[in-house]
């Protein structure tokens, strides 16, 4: 399976961006598909996540801020990313789960939020 992610870049505070990321390649159905950052010196986390049915789970810190949408037809899942905060400069990672376990990750995009 191959992850493409799009739209990472540098942004004031209080902006705004939208991450993409598509599938391809998976003989399987994608159960999950989400967002993980990783700031330098800290552990990945998760960002937010969506199952092929809808629901959704999001980190704390972006509760109110960013929304993540998912298009099962193109298998490619969408985070929106509103007043964006320098605490959320990270590398961005796209993930997905299959229903048979298997996780993939994504080459990783840098998103930058400096004055």
């Known amino acids: 399976v191959q992850l493409q992610a799009f739209g990472g870049g540098l942004v004031q505070p209080g902006g705004s961006l939208i991450l993409s990321c598509a599938a391809s390649g998976s003989r399987f159905s994608i159960r999950i598909m989400g967002w993980y950052r990783q700031a330098p010196g800290k552990q990945r986390e998760l960002v937010a996540r969506?199952?092929?049915?809808?629901?959704?789970n999001y980190a704390d810190s972006v509760k109110g801020r960013f929304t993540i949408s998912r298009d099962n037809a193109e298998n490619t899942v969408y985070l929106q990313m509103n007043n964006l905060k320098p605490e959320d400069t990270a590398v961005y990672y796209c993930?997905?789960?299959?229903?048979?376990?298997?996780?993939?990750w994504g080459q990783g995009t840098l998103v930058t939020v400096s004055s």
């Open positions: 969506i199952t092929s049915g809808g629901p959704t």
């Open positions: 993930y997905t789960k299959t229903i048979v376990g298997a996780d993939y």
